[in-house]
């Protein structure tokens, strides 16, 4: 018996399955009852088997196995294989029908083997937000960063589709596995699960995707991350496996172990099981997919997309217009002057709004800058001269007393001390500052008031780039005050492009345009083209991340836009369909401990994971709204729009929109937390650049259309106005 999917034949044989393509195996499983058992001895032991029994049922082949576990407990598991469109969708039941009280939980899993290698260095993998390519750029800790272990799984809701997906660097055939369905439900909220043990859980029911290379070995745990490996007889392994584990599992992952000794290299690995009890049945579906695409990027981009409209959550319900007014007058109100220095605490804690700093920078998570354009535009064009007032404040106080001797701004200071804080000039905070105050010049400007302090200080700043620039078109990603290198990563280089063709636009030196193509050109080969999306933060090192993903998709937009060359738009395209799977679009229940988060009603969706393999995530995607509309503007791709309105209410569920879940002001949100153990961890505070970049979008929105919703935006072709 057999299934087609597309060039894919799916053939039922032997009690196992074969997935090829012009008659060469490409995927294979001869034992697909796999069953891990948790034995009284706290040993996870496998094995598997293949089906008893395979039938046609309707054009669905229904295929069925029992397994008797050492012990002999009974275990009867059902699965349904089925074309569905493009995709293979596998149905499993697992039901125990004996018990024995010698095991204690249970897993079952879907995999596919490749028969092309065992080699796990001969693929790259996709797992939205934990792991791209061969994680080369990720942290020590994250998946694939070791690639002699056995396991590779992470939770499914690390990530912000529940897929994996796995690409042979030698002939492109991928395959891909997701959830079926986004109907995941909360575990036991009765106990902890802190060590490297497996925990019987009847209500869990979300898994863990990845790939493995097993031994037949049962592979136990210490709480300090020592492996003790039991060897396993009558267990049998074919090599490299895409896996669908339930439930889930956390490991195998490097860790930095725990207490005054440690294992030469610690492991942390934590198992979910169901319990071995008779009657209990677990119930899962699992879609799998097959490709053959030209690179990496091609594979991530095509099981993004073909995962994303199946599992989607729905838009949430918020009123764009009535939140940007109430964020505006919250900036208005906090925003305090001290001496000639004014603006907004560094940090509050919610929900009553507790300053706890008034430590401020220019750009990045301080957006004083931003926030002064912001409040001076709020006020002019709403009439309310104490928000123009303090925007001044403001944008005087950073343009009159941070410039140095050497032509950089200081971009860190703190209000109510008056004194500048011991940070290097950030090339980041560079580009979000002075665009900032480039952009309240030109508002100014155009409705006749001229502030030549402001223009002063950015063609100092854009001079002093100019100046620093690096023969292959780099920055540095930080300097000190006297313009040496403090920090000589190069992978802040896009942050001041879309600065420095503002700067030649304004002045009309050729200069700006030209340092700015060159940073174009580097980060296009460098960024693009090697995938080195990294070091987009100034609060963590050079690891894969969301923010440089961003600001390249910044830059390639404003180059494109310089000078038409399709490649910058290409460049764009890419760097916008990688930054898109760092965010949650699916969502799932989490736990909330704050009775005033919005997360008590709203769901998680819209939230972003900030680098590569972390859990959770915050709100920064909403700075993205204008550029992904933007983008479809100029493609015509209708799934850009259909994003822009994603971020444009979903990241906002984060908010306290109108203020009835009880923060002190109306528009509040919360920076972000840990979620994806669906337990609600973190920082339960607010800071600048959560508002600001929740209202810069939509106010380029409103500036070119008259609008602060995606759906009242015009369609590709139609006018602007």
């Given at each position: 018996m057999e299934l087609h999917i597309g060039e894919y034949t799916v053939l039922f044989e032997g009690g196992g399955v074969t997935v090829s393509k012009a008659g060469k195996t490409l995927y294979f499983n001869r034992r697909p009852v796999y069953v891990s058992v948790k034995t009284y001895g706290a040993i996870n032991e496998f094995r598997d088997e293949p089906y008893g029994a395979v039938r046609e049922e309707n054009g669905v082949i229904v295929a069925e196995g029992g397994f008797v576990t050492k012990n002999g407990s009974v275990l009867f598991v059902r699965d349904r294989y089925e074309q569905a469109g493009t995709l293979l969708k596998i149905a499993r039941s697992a039901e125990v029908r004996r018990a024995s009280p010698d095991d204690l939980g249970f897993q079952t899993k879907l995999s596919f083997y490749q028969a092309e290698t065992d080699d796990l260095r001969a693929f790259d993998y996709f797992s939205p937000g934990q792991w791209y390519r061969q994680n080369e750029y990720a942290a020590d800790y994250a998946l694939g960063k070791n690639m002699e272990l056995q396991y590779y799984w992470r939770?499914?809701?690390?990530?912000?589709?529940?897929?994996?997906?796995?690409?042979?660097?030698?002939?492109?055939?991928?395959?891909?596995?997701?959830?079926?369905?986004?109907?995941?439900?909360?575990?036991?909220?009765?106990?902890?699960?802190?060590?490297?043990?497996?925990?019987?859980?009847?209500?869990?029911?979300?898994?863990?995707?990845?790939?493995?290379?097993?031994?037949p070995e049962a592979l136990t745990y210490t709480y300090y991350g020592h492996m003790i490996a039991t060897p396993l007889p009558d267990a049998q392994c074919d090599g490299v496996s895409i896996d669908y584990i339930f439930p889930a599992v956390n490991g195998q992952m490097p860790d930095k172990g725990v207490g005054p000794f440690c294992t030469d290299q610690p492991i942390r690995c934590v198992t979910w099981v169901h319990p071995m009890r008779e009657g209990f049945a677990q119930h899962y579906a699992a879609a799998v997919s097959f490709g053959r695409d030209a690179d990496f990027y091609a594979m991530m981009r095509r099981t993004w997309r073909e995962t994303y409209p199946r599992l989607r959550d729905r838009l949430f319900g918020v009123d764009n217009e009535l939140l940007y007014h109430n964020i505006m007058k919250f900036l208005k109100t906090i925003t305090r002057r001290f001496g000639t220095a004014a603006g907004t605490p560094f940090v509050a804690q919610l929900p009553d709004f507790d300053p706890n700093s008034f430590s401020a920078e220019i750009g990045f998570v301080g957006q004083q800058a931003g926030i002064g354009y912001q409040l001076l535009r709020y006020g002019v064009l709403e009439q309310d001269e104490e928000a123009a007032a303090k925007g001044l404040a403001i944008l005087d106080y950073w343009t009159g007393e941070t410039m140095t001797e050497t032509g950089c701004p200081k971009v860190w200071t703190h209000l109510s001390t008056h004194q500048f804080e011991p940070q290097p000039q950030w090339v980041r905070q560079i580009g979000d500052g002075l665009e900032a105050i480039h952009d309240a010049y030109v508002f100014e400007q155009k409705r006749g008031v001229d502030h030549p302090a402001w223009r002063d200080y950015c063609v100092k700043t854009a001079d002093w780039l100019a100046g620093h620039q690096n023969a292959d078109g780099s920055f540095y990603r930080s300097y000190y005050d006297d313009g040496s290198v403090c920090m000589d990563s190069k992978a802040s280089t896009p942050c001041v492009i879309r600065f420095l063709l503002q700067m030649a636009a304004l002045t009309g030196n050729g200069a700006y345009r030209e340092s700015a193509l060159r940073a174009g050109a580097w980060s296009y080969e460098r960024m693009y083209q090697g995938f080195e999306y990294r070091g987009g933060t100034c609060d963590q090192s050079d690891v894969l991340d969301k923010e440089s993903g961003i600001y390249c998709l910044f830059a390639f937009l404003a180059l494109y836009e310089?000078?038409?060359?399709?490649?910058?738009?290409?460049?764009?395209?890419?760097?916008?369909?990688?930054?898109?799977?760092?965010?949650?679009?699916?969502?799932?229940?989490?736990?909330?401990?704050?009775?005033?988060?919005?997360?008590?009603?709203?769901?998680?969706?819209?939230?972003?994971?900030?680098?590569?393999?972390?859990?959770?995530?915050?709100?920064?995607?909403?700075?993205?709204?204008?550029?992904?509309?933007?983008?479809?503007?100029?493609?015509?791709?209708?799934?850009?729009?259909?994003?822009?309105?994603?971020?444009?209410?979903?990241?906002?569920?984060?908010?306290?929109?109108?203020?009835?879940?009880?923060?002190?002001?109306?528009?509040?949100?919360?920076?972000?937390?840990?979620?994806?153990?669906?337990?609600?961890?973190?920082?339960?505070?607010?800071?600048?650049?959560?508002?600001?970049?929740?209202?810069?979008?939509?106010?380029?929105?409103?500036?070119?259309?008259?609008?602060?919703?995606?759906?009242?935006?015009?369609?590709?072709?139609?006018?602007?106005?």
């Open positions: 939770k499914e809701t690390y990530s912000g589709l529940p897929l994996f997906a796995m690409r042979s660097r030698e002939t492109g055939e991928a395959i891909a596995m997701s959830r079926w369905a986004a109907d995941a439900a909360l575990p036991s909220l009765d106990r902890t699960t802190t060590e490297n043990y497996a925990y019987v859980d009847a209500r869990m029911n979300v898994g863990s995707f990845g790939v493995s290379r097993a031994k310089a000078d038409g060359d399709s490649r910058w738009l290409e460049a764009a395209r890419g760097a916008a369909d990688y930054v898109e799977t760092f965010t949650f679009v699916w969502s799932f229940p989490v736990d909330m401990p704050y009775p005033n988060h919005p997360f008590r009603r709203n769901h998680i969706s819209g939230q972003s994971n900030v680098t590569v393999g972390m859990g959770g995530g915050d709100v920064y995607m909403a700075a993205c709204v204008y550029v992904y509309y933007k983008l479809y503007r100029l493609t015509g791709d209708e799934h850009y729009r259909d994003f822009a309105e994603f971020l444009n209410r979903n990241v906002k569920q984060a908010n306290d929109v109108d203020g009835s879940c009880g923060y002190r002001y109306p528009g509040l949100v919360n920076e972000g937390g840990s979620f994806s153990e669906q337990r609600y961890t973190g920082r339960y505070h607010w800071l600048p650049w959560c508002s600001f970049v929740e209202v810069d979008p939509v106010s380029r929105l409103y500036d070119e259309f008259g609008t602060y919703e995606i759906p009242d935006l015009p369609l590709r072709g139609e006018p602007a106005n």
